[in-house]
């Protein structure tokens, strides 16, 4: 038996669900649920919303976003992990939930690498240091040196201890010797909050968090994270042309699955979630928010196995900066 959904090359292999009521029914017969680790309006969010409206037209079942935030992201990533592997829970995990929370959670993390299951990488994005439009920093030099001249003074804003922004920040605060202080929230929404009012005195986000508040001038844009200026910022220089060498930080989104999720749905989500990546629509979408396609397959696509080998890297790669920071969560 076969089905037929729109946005494919022809028809589809039916996979069978797991669990003997619908043993004969093709996957996916009901809603799926992608649980995002982190508040609404983050790019977290914006990034797994997108995803599923897209992987909603073309499974032919409604892809539901449901937020679940807490712990950097764990309490998500545990209920995934704890979930029924039944194909119809899966996680947008992010590079805090897939690879920074494991050193820095140490023995209290509640979900080990093995207990999910890569499916693929949605997007990867820059980050952005930027301070509130009324201060008078309008340099990554200004700003090292106005927090030399106050060390301890000056505080950032983060997205939550843990999340790419605050492991940016400290590897910045490393590589400059400032002393600048974090303050982390629940999620980007409340931190641009008080950034945008001025009771911030820098902060870092994902680009597509954030974009709105520099494009309208709510925000001054210091500096992007990534090698290159981002297309979207075009105007902002990369950390590099600010002074600071060999500096390269970007955040990924993707999503994982419960571990023991059959392979055949595994590769079928995975099939389809490169080929949302692939298409033009979805990379206008990205690319005006400052991000880019994953690029981990000739053509910049992505596959269950080039992502968990992708994981596999940025595990051991935040695990060193991790440690030579000394970041931690209380």
């Known amino acids: 038996m076969t089905i037929t959904r729109r946005g494919t090359l022809g028809a589809t292999l039916a996979l069978p669900l797991v669990g003997t009521a619908r043993a004969q029914q093709p996957w996916p017969a009901r809603p799926i649920r992608f649980v995002v680790p982190f508040p609404p309006a983050g790019t977290t969010d914006i990034s797994g919303r ?3 409206e897209m992987l909603s037209q073309r499974l032919g079942q409604q ?10 992201g764990n309490i998500g990533a545990e209920m995934i992990a704890r979930a029924e592997p039944d194909g119809y829970s899966f996680l947008v995990c992010t590079i805090s939930t897939a690879a920074i929370n494991y050193s820095l959670w140490g023995a209290r993390m509640p979900v080990k690498p093995e207990d999910l299951a890569a499916v693929g990488l949605l997007i990867k994005v820059p980050n952005v240091v930027f301070v509130p439009a009324a201060s008078p920093v309008r340099s990554i030099a200004e700003l090292v040196a106005t927090a030399k001249a106050r060390p301890g003074k000056l505080n950032y804003g983060s997205a939550g201890s843990g999340g790419s922004p605050h492991m940016t920040m400290e590897f ?3 590589r400059t010797g400032i002393d600048i202080v974090h303050v982390p929230f629940r999620g980007a929404g409340p931190m641009l909050v ?31 994270t990534s090698s290159e200026r981002a297309a979207a910022l075009p105007d902002v220089p990369t950390l590099a042309e600010s002074g600071i060498r060999d500096f ?12 023991r999720t059959p392979k055949a749905i595994i590769d079928r989500m995975g099939a389809e979630i490169d080929a949302i990546t692939r298409d033009p629509g979805y990379r206008a979408r990205i690319a005006e928010l400052g991000g880019a396609p994953p690029g981990l397959t000739p053509g910049g696509g992505t596959t269950p196995a080039a992502f968990e080998a992708f994981i596999a890297g940025e595990i051991t790669r935040w695990a060193e900066v991790v440690k030579a920071s000394g970041a931690r969560v209380d």
């Open 50 to 52: 997108i995803a599923a």
């Open 194 to 224: 008080e950034a945008v009012a001025g009771r911030l005195d820098a902060g870092c986000d994902n680009m597509p968090s954030c974009i709105g508040h520099i494009r309208d001038g709510r925000l001054r844009a210091l500096a992007v």
């Open 172 to 174: 910045f605060k490393m």
């Open 63 to 72: 892809v539901i976003v449901e937020n679940r935030a807490g712990a950097t």
């Open 248 to 259: 390269e930080a970007t955040a990924w989104f993707g999503v994982q699955a419960p571990a």
